[in-house]
């Protein structure tokens, strides 16, 4: 089983380009392309925030380029990547090709595409499917997430497209397509108020599982901290991603824990995290 980790909180300290040295440095197998600067989104007025980034701009493949290369040349993959989001926002669903693209220029087999928080199955499956065809050509695979909404005046969350292990399957059942699979995010599943669990989600997706999102929560906020620093249990996890014979990467999502670093230190907080899938990796294999 192979190790990866998204690149956005590395990058924040110390560039993208710099932060897929780290990651291989640290003992990772693959990098995760992190795209939220592709597009940002200001949800108060319902409009794009100009990034200024190469992924927003003409040069999007030469960048996607330069960091394909630096992992090869220091012997790591990009094994999937994350489109910016809300999907439903017309400003984002104009640059999801560009991000299905962006993957295949890297070299990733899967581009995660947040499904619209408040709609439906049905609803949802009309944009997968308009975005499928170009997938195809791309030799990508879109992954739909399990999503979560704060409930009013409560301390846990509150239902969304995939947040339920039964609706997350009808998503991916309802559009029928071998090119549209499960990434479950192992945090979100663990918020209080969503009537699942991790485990239960494995299991329930079973081969549709294709993708992860690694990260450690305290059952009630998405806090995405490093694994084994929270509440999360680990051992139960393990035991069902071997019990479906989980054949994919061990991706970390844990973006929030390197905001306790600089670039000075950065790399220190970045094999920790190394470290930590690591003994995922090992608690799964002993399953």
């Known amino acids: 089983m192979k190790i990866s980790t998204e690149i956005y909180s590395t990058a924040c300290h110390v560039g993208e380009h710099k932060a897929v040295e780290m990651?291989?440095?640290?003992?990772?197998?693959?990098?995760?392309?992190?795209?939220?600067?592709?597009?940002?989104?200001?949800?108060?007025?319902?409009?794009?925030?100009?990034?200024?980034?190469?992924?927003?701009?003409?040069?999007?493949?030469?960048?996607?380029?330069?960091?394909?290369?630096?992992?090869?040349?220091?012997?790591?993959?990009?094994?999937q990547s994350h489109a910016p989001f809300p999907s439903k926002a017309p400003v984002i669903c104009d640059l999801l090709k560009r991000a299905i693209e962006c993957t295949a220029e890297a070299g990733g087999e899967i581009c995660i595409i947040h499904p619209d928080n408040n709609s439906d199955a049905e609803k949802n499956a009309e944009m997968y499917h308009e975005l499928l065809p170009f997938a195809k050509e791309c030799g990508v695979k879109i992954a739909t997430e399990n999503m979560w909404n704060w409930a009013n005046g409560a301390d846990h969350a509150s239902s969304a497209a995939c947040s339920h292990h039964d609706d997350f399957?009808?998503?991916?059942?309802?559009?029928?397509?071998?090119?549209?699979?499960?990434?479950?995010?192992?945090?979100?599943?663990?918020?209080?108020?969503?009537?699942?669990?991790?485990?239960?989600?494995?299991?329930?997706?079973?081969?549709?599982?294709?993708?992860?999102?690694?990260?450690?929560?305290?059952?009630?906020?998405?806090?995405?901290?490093?694994?084994?620093?929270?509440?999360?249990?680990?051992?139960?996890?393990?035991?069902?991603?071997k019990d479906i014979d989980y054949r994919g990467y061990l991706t970390l999502e844990a973006d929030r824990y390197l905001s306790k670093?600089?670039?000075?230190?950065v790399f220190d907080g970045v094999c920790e995290l190394a470290r930590s899938a690591r003994r995922l990796e090992a608690m799964i294999k002993e399953a």
């Open 169 to 241: 399957c009808k998503h991916i059942d309802i559009v029928n397509d071998p090119y549209l699979v499960a990434c479950l995010d192992i945090g979100h599943a663990e918020m209080a108020g969503l009537d699942t669990s991790a485990d239960t989600m494995i299991r329930a997706l079973d081969k549709r599982l294709q993708a992860l999102h690694i990260h450690d929560n305290d059952k009630k906020h998405d806090s995405h901290q490093i694994p084994f620093s929270m509440d999360i249990d680990w051992g139960v996890v393990a035991k069902a991603l």
């Open 23 to 79: 990651i291989a440095k640290a003992g990772f197998d693959a990098w995760d392309l992190s795209m939220f600067d592709m597009c940002r989104y200001d949800w108060g007025k319902g409009t794009a925030i100009e990034t200024g980034h190469p992924l927003g701009g003409k040069d999007y493949l030469k960048f996607v380029r330069e960091l394909k290369q630096i992992g090869l040349d220091n012997g790591i993959v990009c094994n």
């Open 261 to 265: 670093y600089n670039k000075d230190n």
